[in-house]
């Protein structure tokens, strides 16, 4: 099982990101999915989770900005970053819940 993070890059204050990460090589639709956030210098954080019947689950620190979708044909969890703030910098991961299979990580950096 591989999972693929990707569109992390630099964005100004109040944009938006989307991230994806694809997922090979396993049953991605029998899984929850979820979405963690590594800042500087701080643990790493649950932002968001997915169910395989796609009910979702946001943490209160992006809630109303952040939302997890996924597509099962495609095999893939995006994660649509809106109204970014300069805390939302760090790392961000993909994980197969239930399971120790993570994304690479893919770097956001917002700058003001």
């Known amino acids: 099982v591989q999972l693929q993070a990707s569109g992390g890059g630099v964005v100004q204050a109040g944009g938006s990101l989307r991230l994806s990460c694809e997922v090979s090589?396993?049953?991605?639709?029998?899984?929850?999915m979820g979405w963690y956030r590594q800042a500087p210098g701080k643990q790493r954080e649950l932002l968001a989770t997915?169910?395989?019947?796609?009910?979702?689950n946001v943490a209160d620190s992006v809630k109303g900005r952040f939302t997890i979708s996924r597509d099962n044909a495609k095999n893939t969890v995006y994660l649509q970053m809106n109204s970014i703030e300069p805390e939302d910098t760090g790392v961000y991961y993909c994980?197969?819940?239930?399971?120790?299979?993570w994304g690479k990580g893919t770097q956001v950096t917002v700058s003001s």
């Open positions: 994980k197969r819940l239930g399971t120790e299979y």
């Open positions: 997915i169910g395989i019947a796609s009910r979702t």
């Open positions: 090589g396993g049953s991605f639709g029998l899984y929850s």
